[in-house]
């Protein structure tokens, strides 16, 4: 295990490349799944867990770690799958998403993959509307499972999408009905919180499931007007996507002159290494955590229409 951490000390190299690692894990059966070492703060075996009233069914305890108390999510249970059931010989992924810290538990934890988003593809069509998978990889002849962790934990706790009322009551966007705001993010729940947050403004909105469609998508809107920031106000773009990630998306956007003076808002739920530094590097106007609708949405209210 401790190899598997020493690896993750590592992962800033992989900033900015269009390249991540991968964490393999299984569940309750063969088949593997990956989350990025990006999102990973520790692996540790299962400690003992605390019940308590009232939790999710999906959360089978809490547990108390260096100081913390973290809830403990049976990642087989949350998608759709049968309990861990021997706790003694299970593993617990601490990971950090949307700035709070929670613990995965699962069967057995493997090792890290260094792959790059090229490869990893969306989900296979057909899968439908309950998939629990962002992207799907091969290695070795293997096909390895992301799951949405993002819909996972909405599902346990719901996130509030809604503006508070002083900041609805006085947002005010220009230009709204001449241009559009768009969306990438390969999680159809993260998609549709944007999406529902920005709803107040009046906005139209337009989605790309990943960084590869957004770019093509964001091509062709430039050749229908000669000029993107003609009909797009804003690009609010995750990090983490199947093709293509987000700071390859906006280093593509700064280097292509018919797109490269549309703002961008990388909007994420990594943190921690992701740094001003990083959005300087490749070109963002802004960088938000998932999920703060006001902070969002007065982020689009100061690029919109300001070309």
Not at 68 to 86: C, F, N, P, W, Y
Not at 88 to 104: D, H, L, M, R
Not at 151 to 171: F, H, Y
Request: hydrophobic share 40%.
């Amino acid at each position: 295990m401790s190899e598997i951490m020493n690896s993750v000390n590592q992962r800033t190299q992989l900033v900015g490349e269009n390249r991540l690692e991968l964490l393999l894990f299984k569940l309750n059966s063969r088949q593997r799944f990956g989350i990025n070492v990006f999102k990973v703060r520790e692996v540790l075996q299962c400690p003992p867990l605390t019940s308590m009233p009232k939790l999710n069914d999906f959360v089978r305890g809490i547990a108390h770690i260096r100081g913390q108390t973290i809830s403990v999510i049976d990642m087989s249970l949350a998608t759709g799958g049968k309990r861990i059931e021997d706790l003694k010989t299970s593993f617990v992924i601490i990971a950090e998403y949307n700035g709070s810290v929670q613990g995965f538990l699962v069967g057995s934890v493997e090792r890290i993959i260094n792959t790059n988003w090229q490869s990893i593809m969306p989900p296979p069509k057909g899968s439908g509307k309950a998939s629990y998978l962002t992207a799907v990889t091969e290695i070795e002849d293997e096909l390895i499972e992301i799951l949405d962790v993002e819909k996972i934990l909405n599902e346990i706790s719901p996130v509030n999408t809604d503006l508070s009322d002083e900041l609805a009551g006085n947002l005010r966007v220009d230009n709204k009905e001449e241009k559009i705001i768009f969306i990438a993010d390969d999680s159809s729940v993260a998609r549709n919180q944007v999406k529902k947050a920005l709803s107040a403004l009046g906005l139209n909105i337009e989605l790309a499931k990943n960084g590869l469609e957004a770019l093509q998508r964001l091509k062709e809107i430039a050749a229908e007007t000669g000029k993107v920031t003609d009909k797009v106000g804003v690009l609010i773009s995750d990090i983490e996507m199947p093709e293509m990630d987000g700071y390859t998306l906006t280093a593509e956007i700064r280097n292509t002159p018919e797109l490269k003076d549309l703002h961008v808002i990388l909007h994420t739920s990594l943190s921690g290494v992701f740094n001003q530094a990083m959005v300087e590097k490749v070109g963002a106007d802004d960088f938000i955590a998932k999920f703060h609708p006001d902070e969002l949405a007065t982020s689009v209210q100061k690029w919109f229409g300001n070309d």
